[in-house]
């Protein structure tokens, strides 16, 4: 009784994220923990870093705040399932008067009841008569109750929906746990995107300035009769290019910015940006098998629906109890003291009194399909935790997979982009000895602008696909110090 009524019901004025989620250092079991690190203030988003933009929006988001009180509706709804087994005192007064006789009374009838959830029942009850107009009457009586059921609601099977609303607060907060998560992912995705808008931006921009300094550099050599005239179609053509890619980079920049405001739910008007000085190495790959054994013990969906069946089960015991005939075994004492309205003295004697209560329903048929019911949503919670195993799993293996190729393909990209610095040096020097032509030299640039983006690209897919397989593990909050109470 004392594991499952042990729960006061806590009132929070702030929201329960703001109570249930700081930013400290969890590392292994036995590692102290570190003071809390605070993100940082809005003021610094112009240049903000990677982890302090995730923790940014695990503080700021307002889909994330909003769904961070359902586990405070679950608390207080498995405080509330606790009503029916909590202490309760009441109290009746009356007037009592029978007509043409002097017996009009006062009546006051105190009464405490408890209820435990293994089954025990406590009542007591006292009333007291006080004669009023010349009524003589004077009593005291003491009434004590004490049963214990032994079948329905006893204490094999006593207290499961108590349970239920336990393992409801537990399912609320590791769903939390995966929303979280998934915003954390995100907003990686979506800081990553912004850092990669905003280095392609310049990298377009210095290709259009060079492709202008080139139409400038045409348009002179046309003049000085160096070059044909038409000549000067191929470079302006590189020029709008140029601006038609630039135009598309600064799209793609303003949208990122949108949806980095979006989830760091940023004013509009404040200035936003990203670290982009260098992009950080990725540390080296996690096991595989050391990903699908976090997945399976520790990601939240995976945690979530092992507790659901086990709150099913938990309901077939609920059905099953409710179908048990009802036997109560139960003691009582009463005493009576005082006078009646003649003046006789009552008898003060102690009446005890013991029996057995039987209930007994005489047909089991809408019980028996209560718990047919139950049963089958326990297969359900069963097939439905096994199948959040084997999604995350895949999932663990998909992210190890991605992984593994886009590694590959920064090292790829890296190359192709020295081949063609090296393809371009090569042109610009037959160019300037007349074995080139210019159509050549500006192809090759294209090709090297096109790589370095190509180049650009792979890392920052490499840098999500880092973030995917700590997210397919379930763990990607605890890599940012965010832990979830």
């Known amino acids: 009784m004392s594991a499952r009524m042990g729960r006061a019901p806590r009132n929070r004025a702030l929201v329960w994220l703001a109570c249930s989620l700081w930013l400290g250092t969890e590392g292994a079991a036995h590692a102290q923990e570190a003071p809390p690190a605070a993100p940082p203030a809005l003021a610094d988003v112009r240049a903000l870093a990677h982890d302090d933009a995730l923790r940014i929006a695990a503080s700021r988001n307002l889909g994330l705040l909003a769904r961070s009180l359902e586990p405070q509706r679950a608390e207080q709804a498995a405080s509330s399932a606790r009503r029916p087994y909590t202490p309760e005192l009441g109290m009746e007064g009356a007037l009592r008067e029978v007509p043409g006789r002097e017996r009009r009374a006062l009546e006051w009838t105190p009464t405490i009841t408890y209820a435990a959830p293994f089954g025990t029942q406590v009542r007591a009850e006292g009333q007291v008569t006080e004669g009023i107009s010349g009524n003589p009457e004077s009593q005291r009586t003491l009434f004590v109750e004490l049963s214990q059921a032994i079948l329905r609601h006893g204490p094999a099977t006593g207290g499961a929906e108590l349970d239920q609303a336990d393992l409801d607060v537990r399912i609320a907060k590791e769903q939390f746990r995966a929303v979280l998560n998934d915003l954390l992912a995100q907003t990686d995705r979506a ?31 046309i003049r000085r009769g160096l070059l044909a005239p038409g000549e000067v179609y191929l470079v302006e053509e590189s020029v709008v290019n140029f601006e038609e890619r630039l135009s598309r980079a600064e799209e793609a920049l303003a949208l990122s910015e949108s949806a980095m405001r979006r989830l760091l739910v940023v004013p509009p008007q404040m200035p936003l940006g990203a ?14 098998v050391d990903s699908n054994a976090i997945a399976l013990a520790k990601h939240p969906s995976v945690l979530a629906a092992r507790l659901a069946s086990e709150r099913a089960r938990a309901g077939v015991d609920v059905d099953r109890n409710e179908a048990l005939p009802q036997v109560d075994a139960f003691g009582s004492l009463g005493i009576t003291a005082g006078r009646d309205a003649t003046s006789a003295p009552l008898d003060d004697a102690p009446e005890l009194r013991a029996g057995v209560r039987l209930s007994i329903p005489l047909y089991w048929g809408p019980d028996a399909s209560r718990i047919a019911r139950a049963r089958v949503e326990v297969q359900q919670r069963l097939l439905e935790a096994h199948d959040a195993e084997q999604a995350a799993a895949a999932a663990t293996r998909d992210a190890s997979t991605r992984l593994r190729a886009r590694r590959k393909r920064v090292e790829l990209a890296a190359k192709i982009m020295e081949l063609a610095q090296k ?51 379930g763990d990607l909050h605890e890599s940012l110090r965010i832990v979830v109470r």
């Not at 670290?275 to 595989?288: F, G, I, N, R, Y």
């Open 191 to 221: 800081y990553w995107e912004l850092v990669f808008a905003r280095e392609d931006v310049a990298l377009k921009r210095r290709a259009l300035e060079r492709a202008r300094t080139q139409f400038d550099e045409t348009s002179e050599n």
């Open 275 to 288: 670290q982009t000085a260098s992009l950080p190495d990725v540390p080296a790959d996690p096991a595989e």
């Open 423 to 473: 393809k371009l040096d090569v042109e610009k020097e037959k160019y300037k000895s007349g074995l080139s032509t210019l159509v050549d030299v500006v192809r090759f640039q294209r090709d090297l602008d096109d790589a370095a983006s190509s180049a650009l690209r792979a890392r920052v897919e490499l840098l999500t696909a880092r973030t995917g397989v700590l997210a397919a593990r």
